[in-house]
């Protein structure tokens, strides 16, 4: 929530996407009308703008030669979603050398719940998003990082609010086995 935009927009909307506050490929959207302002992909004012992704940057930052590959968990989609996510066609190979090769590792290898999307934004989704999380990660600190869009469309409420705890337990479960899989490959992908 940002109150800043409270009165144009509604308490619900009144926010930023904060997964596209992020300072790499970060991209303003022109405020020309109140929709774009009160949408769900308002990625704020400039890079960083928010309270949440300045400290999750300095989070990573101090504890950057510890974590060795980060999970974004998201509501809502049922994808498994690597960088970059501002490019069509994805030049991940061109910023970060190999790290395809352990998506796809992942990917090949891992059970995943039914009909899981895999790739980046646009190839999961068609949409090119900038300011993403995983994108900042891997290149400023070249951890590699996903983001995990899970369950599927009438598990949620307005997209994101869990309907139930057996549905809650439902969505990890389904998802469990491929994260037990990439933990267990840390020792690995740390290499």
């Not at 600190?141 to 949620?156: K, L």
Request: proline share 5%.
């Amino acid at each position: 929530m940002n109150p800043e935009n409270l009165g144009i927009c509604t308490d619900e909307e009144s926010g930023v996407d904060l997964n596209r506050n992020y300072g790499v490929d970060w991209a303003p959207e022109e405020f020309t009308h109140k929709n774009e302002l009160c949408g769900d992909y308002w990625p704020g004012k400039h890079a960083f703008s928010e309270p949440e992704t300045r400290a999750m940057r300095d989070f990573i930052a101090s504890k950057k030669h510890e974590l060795k590959f980060i999970i974004n968990c998201h509501t809502s989609g049922n994808e498994f979603i690597w960088p970059y996510n501002a490019k069509a066609p994805n030049d991940i190979e061109t910023r970060n050398p190999g790290y395809l090769f352990i998506f796809k590792e992942i990917m090949e290898n891992a059970r995943f719940p039914e009909g899981e999307g895999r790739g980046n934004s646009y190839e999961v989704m068609g949409d090119k998003m900038t300011g993403d999380a995983d994108d900042y990660v891997m290149s400023t600190f070249g951890i590699p990082s996903v983001t995990a869009e899970m369950g599927y469309d009438g598990q949620y409420f307005k997209e994101w609010m869990c309907k139930n705890k057996k549905t809650s337990f439902d969505i990890l479960s389904e998802n469990a086995n491929w994260m037990e899989y990439v933990i267990k490959k840390v020792p690995d992908i740390a290499k």
